[in-house]
């Protein structure tokens, strides 16, 4: 059972921003833990797409960013492109679990 | 670059003891900067942290899972491995190993699927 909620899907045609939401609580993203996304393709393993809330790793295009306010953090993608089909996991520390929490997932589809 | 490779069994039957070894080239486990963890995810569903192991022993794992849960490094191997005991038909899932920094998982291995099965 994830502490952190992001929406199931979302969807947006080629060329448009779309964003995903990663709400979390007072033990986790509220209490200045550090938020990072990853991208997961289709049978593949998850990459890291962004860490310290707003970071991208080297070769990870800038039309991905990523914020982070209070609770919450968001992920946008910019100029979508078919090749960005994927689901997408937030991530932090919890610090009321002790452990490493994932966000519940978010499908992102190019129309 | 980089690189780690998961390894074992990929059924296991019930109660018995998942063992997993991850092998990392590329790089040295005995890095200071860094420490090498386990994530797993059960067909079609999410990620789930299971724990993660420093080059000198030290551990720490997901308290959910820390009674039936021993990770393992050999530096001499450049490797470190998983043992998860007791196990049913809900640990099922991918396993992945990966390289962890600054609390957050930079390089990950292909995973390997384990079925708990009879």
């Known amino acids: 059972q994830s502490v952190l909620t992001q929406p199931p899907s979302v969807s947006g045609a080629p060329g448009q921003r779309v964003t995903i939401s990663c709400t979390g609580s007072s033990s986790n993203i509220g209490a200045g833990y550090d938020v990072h996304w990853y991208q997961q393709l289709p049978g593949t393993a998850p990459k890291l797409l962004i860490y310290?809330?707003?970071n991208r790793p080297s070769g990870v295009p800038d039309r991905f960013s990523g914020s982070k306010s209070g609770t919450s953090a968001s992920l946008a993608i910019t100029g979508l492109q078919a090749e960005d089909e994927a689901d997408y996991y937030c991530q932090s520390y919890d610090s009321s679990l002790s452990r490493y929490v994932f966000g519940t997932g978010t499908k992102v589809t190019v129309l | 670059q980089l690189q780690l490779q998961e390894s074992g069994p990929g059924l296991v039957k019930p109660s018995e003891t998942l063992s997993l070894t991850c092998t990392v080239s590329g790089g040295s486990i005995s890095s200071s900067s860094y420490y090498w963890g386990w994530i797993r995810q059960p067909p079609g569903k999410g990620l789930e942290w299971i724990g993660s192991?420093?080059?000198?022993?030290?551990?720490y794992y997901n308290p959910s899972l820390k009674s039936r849960v021993t990770i393992s490094v050999d530096t001499s191997k450049n490797q470190f491995s998983l043992k998860l005991s007791s196990v049913t038909a809900a640990d099922t899932a991918v396993y992945y190993c990966?390289?962890?920094?600054?609390?957050?998982?930079?390089?990950w291995g292909q995973g390997t699927l384990v079925t708990v099965s009879s």
């Open positions: 192991i420093y080059y000198s022993g030290s551990t």
């Open positions: 990966a390289r962890e920094e600054l609390r957050h998982f930079g390089y």
């Open positions: 310290g809330n707003s």
